[in-house]
């Protein structure tokens, strides 16, 4: 075990002792969860449990789960499946949605192969990628984040590809629709079965779940 963990464990245990309910919580999340989601969680938490303090660190799936098995995170937000050693709590199925200009399309539904031949606009995470695989893709922009991509739809430079999550807070100029066949992302809590939660981390867990079943 990491001496610098265990450290840490033991101090969080003392407050825990002496103060009850309260401590720090370190959470690592992706950037949209920490975007669209944790705002929401953290803010109704906290009116509960005014004393746990936060230290949040944002990153890829991939970065997200390294800080938990280092012990530098207790908790992170990622997709599903989870690395060995990872105890999971899942919080939600967040579909694909192709993003069009308003008035592109009146339908609730799109085939790849009609999304294929748009002209698409890459961002971060590119769910491009992981769409059309293996097959040769030519984007007629690349951005940085979702809320770029969503105002170059709206100007009708091109389309897209997002998650519902990130679409819940979206204004008007654009039309969204699922893929055909669907694709998404299992989203899920994750924190290291070596390493077991303070006890305000655990109930910020299950109001993370309550949270977001609502949505």
């Not at 660190?57 to 995170?73: D, M, N, P, R, Y």
């Not at 922009?141 to 009708?156: K, R």
């Not at 939660?197 to 867990?205: G, P, R």
Request: glycine share 6%; net charge positive.
């Amino acid at each position: 075990r990491n001496l610098r963990t265990d450290e840490a464990a033991l101090q969080q245990r003392a407050m825990e002792l002496v103060h009850g309910n309260s401590g720090l919580i370190r959470l690592a999340a992706l950037p949209e969860v920490t975007r669209c989601w944790l705002p929401g969680i953290i803010s109704q938490f906290s009116r509960a449990h005014p004393q746990v303090q936060f230290q949040l660190f944002s990153g890829t799936g991939k970065e997200c789960i390294a800080l938990v098995q280092k012990g530098s995170a207790d908790l992170c937000i990622a997709a599903l499946p989870a690395e060995a050693g990872l105890k999971t709590m899942f919080l939600k199925r967040d579909f694909l949605m192709a993003v069009l200009p308003a008035g592109k399309t009146k339908e609730e539904t799109i085939r790849r192969t009609a999304l294929k031949k748009l002209p698409l606009i890459r961002t971060s995470p590119d769910y491009l990628e992981g769409l059309f695989r293996g097959e040769p893709i030519v984007p007629v922009f690349q951005v940085p984040d979702s809320v770029s991509l969503i105002a170059m739809v709206q100007e009708g430079i091109g389309c897209g590809v997002l998650s519902e999550m990130e679409l819940k807070q979206t204004g008007k100029g654009i039309a969204c629709c699922r893929l055909e066949p669907s694709a998404y992302r299992d989203l899920a809590l994750m924190h290291a079965d070596a390493n077991p939660l303070s006890k305000a981390a655990e109930e910020f867990a299950q109001a993370a779940q309550v949270w977001i079943s609502r949505r």
